[in-house]
């Protein structure tokens, strides 16, 4: 196979793991309702779902970790009226795309493109918040030639370059540095990562409540509206649909090596970023405006990691991806 295709039929991928593995992860999830697959032309299926106008300006979105295809503004009325065919895509390993075993973030670009032909768009937009911030970056870098728009919402930054953790919540800055350390292997995350997995696929509401524990107040106001917990809690299944190792591979390439640097990058790029946020703190956010050559920067005052949940906020994001 050397062209990438739509599936018709949505086929589960297979949970990760040995059968003891998958006998600690507990039941099957429900087979899903929302999504669509293409094969690439690896022969992996890559997952994605639709929201908005199926006739709009398409923008492909990339979730956060942990994510999915699910995760975005509940309001899907906003894509809607804007124009905006909104394509949500799954990463490797998460909901209903395959595994890639040790990618690179410097891979991710290629699978877009293979979804993009598949879907026969020649021009698209990219967004991604905080760790799909990374993966937008990569494809600004690669494939500029493809895209009419770039936004960074609440971007993670290359975690190495200097004074970028300065303000981040220390629990995430340990997790960077001995996630990007290169000094342990993959699967010394495994024992952990199973149990939050198990976690997530079964009792979502458990992780949401830590989420709402480490946040700001802005951030906790958000994740108790219902319609913002719906969002995650569904997310939060289909991250861990097929076990943890999406989850890991994600959290790697992100903390590893990149690929590219960030100077580089020659497509226009918007940069939304909260100055309360202590996820991804505002040095990473004027690291990027100072070092992506092509960042049109917007700080945002008492806003959090979790501000795309504003409307308004959400509004303006994909409006200045499709009217710029």
């Known amino acids: 196979m050397t062209e990438s295709r739509l599936l018709t039929t949505i086929e589960q991928p297979q949970r990760q793991g040995c ?52 995760f975005r503004h509940p309001d899907d009325s906003i894509p809607t009226e804007l124009g905006v065919r909104l394509i949500v895509v799954d990463r490797p390993g998460i909901g209903l795309s395959d595994l890639k075993p040790k990618r690179k973030l410097i891979d991710w670009p290629d699978d877009v493109i293979g979804l993009a032909d598949a879907l026969q768009l020649d021009r698209f937009a990219v967004a991604g918040v905080s760790a799909g911030g990374p993966h937008t970056m990569a494809c600004a870098y690669k494939i500029p030639h493809r895209l009419s728009g770039v936004a960074l919402v609440s971007a993670a930054a290359p975690h190495r370059a200097p004074g970028v953790t300065e303000g981040m919540n220390p629990r995430i800055k340990s997790s960077f540095q001995t996630a990007g350390c290169g000094c342990l292997p993959w699967w010394s995350l495994l024992p952990a990562m199973i ?5 997530g696929r079964h009792q ?5 409540q830590r989420m709402l524990d480490a946040s700001p107040p802005v951030d906790q106001t ?78 945002i005052p008492d806003e959090g990691h979790l501000m795309m949940f504003k409307a308004d906020i959400w509004r303006d994001i994909l409006a200045g991806l499709v009217e710029g």
Request: include cysteine; aromatic fraction near 10%; hydrophobic fraction near 40%.
């Open 19 to 70: 059968r003891r593995v998958i006998n600690l992860l507990g039941p099957a999830l429900p087979p899903p309702t929302i999504g669509h697959q293409v094969e690439l032309a690896d022969g992996r299926k890559l997952g994605y779902a639709e929201f908005g106008d199926p006739t709009g300006k398409p923008v492909f979105f990339f979730h956060g970790m942990p994510g999915s295809r699910l």
């Open 222 to 299: 958000l994740l108790r509206e219902p319609a913002v917990k719906a969002v995650f809690l569904e997310s939060l299944q289909e991250t861990y649909r097929q076990g943890p190792n999406g989850h890991i591979f994600d959290a790697l390439a992100i903390a590893r090596d990149w690929g590219f640097h960030v100077k580089d990058i020659t497509a226009p790029v918007q940069l939304w970023q909260g100055l309360a946020d202590p996820q991804v703190p505002p040095a990473m956010g004027r690291y990027l405006a100072e070092t992506i050559p092509t960042c049109h920067p917007h700080f």
């Open 204 to 208: 979502p509401e458990k992780i949401w």
């Open 195 to 199: 149990i939050y997995a198990r976690t």
